[in-house]
Each structure stands twice: as C-alpha cells, then as structure tokens.
C-alpha cells in the first residue's frame, strides 16, 4: 500500500516530539520495512532542513534509504492550485501523494486534509491497518 508520509510525521522523529515520537517512529519502520511504498514531497525534505538544526543533512540521508521523493512537475503544482484546500502547502503534499500514486496521506493534520483527493489517515489509524 503506497502512502506519502506529511512533513509533520517526519518532524516528530527527527525532533523526537515526545508526545508523538512512537507512532510517527512506527510509521517510518513501517516504511523501511516495505521499500518503495512511501514517499515524501520534495518541499517536505526543504522544511526539515530549515527547521531540524543544527544539521538536517544526516537525518534527511538516511531517510533515502528507505522512502521515496514523490516525482512532482509544473503539472503537478498546477494540478495543487486548482486544489479546494485552504493550505496552500498541504494542496501541494496531496498533489505530490497522487503524483506517487499514494492510497493514503499520513499525517497528524486530519482537519486540513477534509477535501483531499487522497484519504488521510492518523499514524495510529494507518498502523491499525497493516501491522
């Protein structure tokens, strides 16, 4: 099952948000464990590395190992314009996710993703569904 894993997931394990950390954690084990069905958007890796210091570049090379960059274009960006979401970069996370062919957006941001194209899931939810 092809998923695209939302910023926020990713900023939980590398920050280690306490609150938050064993589920986004599970949700990258998951992906590492089943290689070539999760992705992340590109603008994705750009937030992390302004917002993980000192230095995301460690953080961000070995989550290449395992996960996937969503393969985005100018068609794609148009494609996330035309979105009816408020969030201008959450429109740009689905885009990248039906770029990927993701079935599911994993994100903690449920409320933002009411009218994505692509159903958001909870990291809870989704490990409900494949562990």
Known sequence: MKILIDTDILL?????????????AA???WAEANPGQAAVAWHSLSNLAYLVKPDAR???ADL???????????SDMR???GLPMKDMEDAMQVASALSFGARHLV?????????SAVPALAP???????V
């Open 107 to 115: 994100t903690r941001n449920l409320p933002d993703y009411r009218r």
């Open 12 to 24: 939980d394990v590398a920050l280690r948000r306490a609150e938050f950390f064993g589920d986004s």
């Open 124 to 130: 809870k939810a989704f490990l409900a569904l494949v």
């Open 27 to 29: 949700v990258l084990s």
């Open 58 to 60: 460690t953080f961000i």
């Open 79 to 81: 494609a996330a314009l």
């Open 64 to 74: 290449l190992d395992f996960i996937e960059v969503a393969p985005v274009s100018t």
